[in-house]
């Protein structure tokens, strides 16, 4: 079975401070993802990465970095978080075979900015 | 600007019958479509998927349809249960694009009473 892990469930910030968030999974994708879900917005991708080094942007890459140093890991980084990035971030992995190799997601993680 | 839009937020079903979710896309280069199902506090879990070159997916209570002159899917669930009530979110990707990133509608929320 696929696991994708979150580092914390829950995580309450303050404006300004520097949020890392990581995802890990166990299953060798090369293809990690991470996403931001609001109400009546859905997921909207932030940025993906298909290999260790390599990220690309996704839509709403704004205000956000990451970090691909190992294949297992996917970072993702507020350098100075705002409230407006309060939301649910969810990490996917996928192999990269074929188009149809399922995306899977993380449990997320529920950050509020104060 | 949103290339898969779910316009009904919530929809609300009696056990046993059937549940009927719809998703429009504009992008006609999407060839891959998915459904995804998600349960309040936890990461989305892949439901079903269809390839542009087919028009029917099958898999126990849940078919999907896809009419690519319409550019429209509609997943059914039949019959409906109770444990089927979560948000469902429909997603569409294109060939080629580096780790095939899903472009994702806003989700439907389905209460499925008894």
């Known amino acids: 079975d696929v696991k994708v892990t979150q580092s914390s469930r829950y995580l309450v910030k303050r404006t300004g401070e520097k949020v890392f968030l990581e995802c890990v999974q166990d299953?060798?994708?090369?293809?990690m993802f991470w996403y931001r879900q609001d109400p009546g917005l859905g997921l909207r991708l932030i940025y993906f990465?298909?290999?260790?080094?390599?990220?690309e942007k996704g839509d709403i890459p704004e205000g956000y970095s990451v970090s691909r140093e190992k294949k297992e890991r996917f970072s993702l980084i507020l350098e100075s978080a705002s409230t407006n990035q309060t939301s649910m971030y969810l990490c996917?992995?996928?192999?990269?075979?074929?188009?149809?190799?399922?995306?899977?997601f993380g449990p997320g993680t529920r950050l509020t900015v104060l | 600007d949103q290339q898969v839009k779910q316009n009904s937020p919530s929809l609300s079903v009696q056990e046993g019958r059937i549940s009927i979710l719809n998703c429009d896309y504009t992008?006609?280069?999407?060839?891959?479509f998915l459904w995804y199902k998600k349960y309040p506090a936890e990461g989305p879990t892949f439901l079903i998927s269809?390839?542009?070159?087919?028009d029917k997916n099958e898999d126990g209570r849940f078919t999907v349809f896809l009419n690519k002159s319409a550019k429209h899917l509609s997943l059914h669930i039949v019959p409906s249960q109770p444990g089927d009530s979560a948000v469902y979110f429909c997603?569409?990707?294109?060939?080629?694009?580096?780790?095939?990133?899903?472009?994702f509608g806003k989700g439907t929320s389905l209460l499925v009473t008894p």
């Open positions: 992008n006609s280069m999407f060839d891959y």
């Open positions: 996917a992995s996928r192999a990269e075979r074929t188009q149809t190799d399922t995306q899977y």
């Open positions: 269809i390839s542009s070159i087919k």
């Open positions: 997603a569409a990707s294109v060939t080629p694009n580096s780790g095939y990133a899903l472009n």
């Open positions: 990465s298909y290999d260790v080094k390599m990220k």
């Open positions: 299953m060798d994708h090369e293809n």
